[in-house]
């Protein structure tokens, strides 16, 4: 999500000086809760890594869980973007598929802090704060589902899979990478990416659901035989 849409979503004006410092604030904020998780986080400790005092902070955001809020925001609309560009652009099922794993897997090695404390922290929100990232995050996955279902349509993908649980698939796949990845050395983001899509894609390609219903009907002739 754009930095103005955010700021908007958590009632704050986007003039460019204030947006810039607040990008700075909400980068710290995400940083520390990344790092110390959101009840090991302080608002001190998002003071004193950017340099100033904690009072100042709450002219950007009136809580912990405001600032939270605004960092959850920003990672899952960064991935509603993206998800939008392919959606809207030109290639089949299995390319704009591919390309999701991609652009989604991108932000854990760009953006770090902000993709763990989406789906590590987020839990820890109020309620209605809960909801409004919820929102957009199901928007995401919406997105996402949409591409399958047109894949689907166009017999490129399975005919027997049900959309909802893929997205739920593919998704958790995904985003576990953010427990392990840069512990594996030497394996860049792209080479994950890769991978993953090759696992997902060989599971949901029509081709993939012919030849498993091949396979399967000769051993059932065989085991007749």
């Known amino acids: 999500m754009p930095p103005a849409a955010a700021l908007r979503l958590a009632g704050l004006p986007a003039s460019s000086t204030r947006r810039r410092r607040s990008d700075e604030i909400i980068l710290a904020a995400a940083?520390?809760?990344a790092a110390k998780g959101f009840h090991g986080?302080?608002?001190q400790d998002v003071a004193d890594r950017l340099g100033m005092r904690q009072a100042s902070l709450y002219y950007y955001f009136s809580s912990k869980e405001a600032a939270l809020e605004q960092v959850c925001l920003r990672s899952v609309g960064d991935f509603v973007e993206r998800a939008l560009e392919i959606a809207n652009g030109p290639g089949t099922a299995a390319a704009k598929l591919t390309a999701l794993v991609r652009r989604h897997l991108e932000p854990t090695e760009q953006r770090p802090a902000f993709v763990r404390c989406f789906i590590r922290e987020?839990?820890?929100?109020p309620k209605e704060s809960r909801r409004r990232v919820g929102r957009v995050a199901r928007r995401y996955e919406r997105i996402v589902q949409g591409m399958i279902e047109a894949g689907i349509a166009a017999g490129e993908l399975r005919g027997d899979l049900d959309?909802?649980?893929?997205v739920l698939a593919l998704l958790g796949m995904c985003n576990a990478s953010?427990?392990?990845y840069g512990k594996e050395p030497g394996i860049p983001i792209d080479r994950i990416a890769e991978n993953f899509a090759r696992v997902a894609l060989d599971g949901?390609?029509?081709q993939q659901a012919a030849e498993i219903q091949r396979q399967s009907s000769i051993t059932k002739t065989s085991s007749r035989s």
Do not use: G
């Not at 987020?122 to 929100?125: I, P, V, Y």
């Not at 959309?163 to 893929?166: D, G, S």
């Open 163 to 166: 959309p909802r649980l893929a």
């Open 41 to 43: 986080a302080s608002t």
């Open 178 to 180: 953010v427990d392990w």
């Open 31 to 33: 940083e520390v809760f």
């Open 204 to 206: 949901m390609a029509a």
């Open 122 to 125: 987020r839990r820890f929100l």
